[in-house]
């Protein structure tokens, strides 16, 4: 998804803090699932996949589909909440 301005500015930022008092782009947003989607290494598996035809682990999948489902979800709100970084909204990472 393409970046959104924000703010009274129109500036964009991609490290907002809550206290910053600007809108969460969608950018934001995507940097945030791409932070979080990073401990599960996806570009390994998906190399795996290609390379033996050997299927993603369950439950590493099921990680990515939930964090990629919670993306969406607050990108479709009508304003992303300010704490959108809060471990609240998102899935806990693996062991």
Not at 58 to 76: C, M, N, P, S, Y
Not at 78 to 85: H, L
């Amino acid at each position: 998804m393409e970046g959104v301005e924000c703010g009274a500015t129109g500036e964009r930022s991609s490290q907002l803090s809550p206290s910053d008092g600007l809108v969460p782009s969608l950018s934001d947003l995507h940097a945030e699932m791409a932070r979080r989607l990073a401990p599960l290494n996806m570009a390994r598996w998906d190399a795996r996949l290609k390379a033996t035809g050997l299927p993603v682990p369950r439950h590493i999948d099921r990680k990515r589909r939930e964090i990629e489902f919670v993306a969406q979800a607050l990108g479709r709100l009508a304003a992303i909440p300010a704490d959108y970084r809060d471990d609240l909204y998102w899935p806990a990472l693996l062991p």
